[in-house]
């Protein structure tokens, strides 16, 4: 195989109660990407189109994880890389994680699969931490592995794929205004309560359970988040009233996906996720700012392969 294209979701990361550790993956939004094999060493971006993002490998994310790859690879193999982006960066819905997860899949793939999976997460960190000063995993790891993932530890790192109930939905709305990660951590406060953190913990380790256990009301009970998103949500534009309007609609919970502006909601079954995206609407409609509005269920695959030459 010479060349790959692949589609690369885009995903919502932090889940409310997990901030840094969990997320889950998308399924209809997300970035192109072609990567081909060079004679010549190395890698390069030779193409972008969507969105105006530095060709220069150094300053690009994925070019950055792909040398990252590239170093513990220890032989001489070349690469070129087309990115044809349709997730905003700024947007909350991981756009640097598509690109820089996007890149180590399809050069492992056209490398013979010299690494598994859970392997390439730490390549593609790299792009995280150039994008936003920090290395977190918890959008490339639900990109790289599908579904929803567990990032117990970013050294190594150690991640854990979790179980997707069935009738899980999730609803994106991306209020049009842009926010970068590095501003929306710098925001965080640097020290919590205890209070806070018994309230967090317990809640993060409902959901998991949750999840395991298809148990739709414990997830619901467990969506909630005391340490970040009190902080971030003066970021984004009419945060509670997309808060309030998911709950009168039966969503099992909202948050803001990442860190923001995009706000998600979870909910048992495609007929409610549906009713939130339309409540989402009329709120944005109602203080005149555009937005955009996804509808999706847990992309449990990832990463998918569209064309091999
Ligand atoms: N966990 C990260 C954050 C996700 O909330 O800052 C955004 O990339």
Sequence with gaps: MKEIRIFVPASVANVSCGFDVLG??????????????????????????????????????????AKALLEAYETAVGFEIEIYKHIKPGSGIGSSAASAAGAVYGINKLLGEPFDP????RFAMQGEKLASGSPHADNVAPVLLGGFTL?????????????????????????????????????????????????????????????????YDRISRCLVDKIVEPSRALLI??????????????????????SGPSVYALSRGMTTAEEVAQKF???LSGID??????????????????EEK
């Excluded at 998308?26 to 190395?42: F, N």
């Excluded at 859970?118 to 997460?121: A, M």
């Excluded at 050294?155 to 991306?174: C, F, N, R």
């Excluded at 700012?289 to 569209?306: A, C, K, M, Q, Y």
Aim: aromatic residues 4%; charged residues 20%.
């Design 24 to 65: 889950f993956c998308l399924a209809p939004v997300g970035d192109e990407m072609v990567i081909r094999k060079s004679s010549e060493p190395g890698i390069r971006i030779t193409k972008i189109e969507g969105q105006d993002l530095p060709m220069e490998v150094d300053n690009n994310v994925a070019g950055v994880a």
């Design 118 to 121: 859970k392997s390439l997460i």
């Design 151 to 215: 990032v117990r530890c970013s050294d190594g790192p150690d991640v854990i794929k979790l179980p997707v109930p069935d009738e899980l939905v999730a609803t994106v709305v991306h209020p049009k205004i842009e926010l970068k990660t590095a501003h929306a951590r710098s925001v965080l406060k640097q020290q919590i309560s205890l209070k806070d953190a018994i309230s967090q913990w317990g809640n993060l380790a409902g959901l998991v359970s949750g999840l395991y256990e298809n148990d």
């Design 237 to 258: 534009p009419a945060f509670s009233e997309l808060k309030e309007a998911a709950a009168e609609v039966g969503a099992l919970g909202c948050g803001i996906s990442g």
């Design 281 to 283: 609407s009329e709120v």
């Design 289 to 306: 700012i555009s937005f955009e509005t996804h509808i999706s269920p847990i992309n449990t695959v990832g990463i998918r392969i569209l």
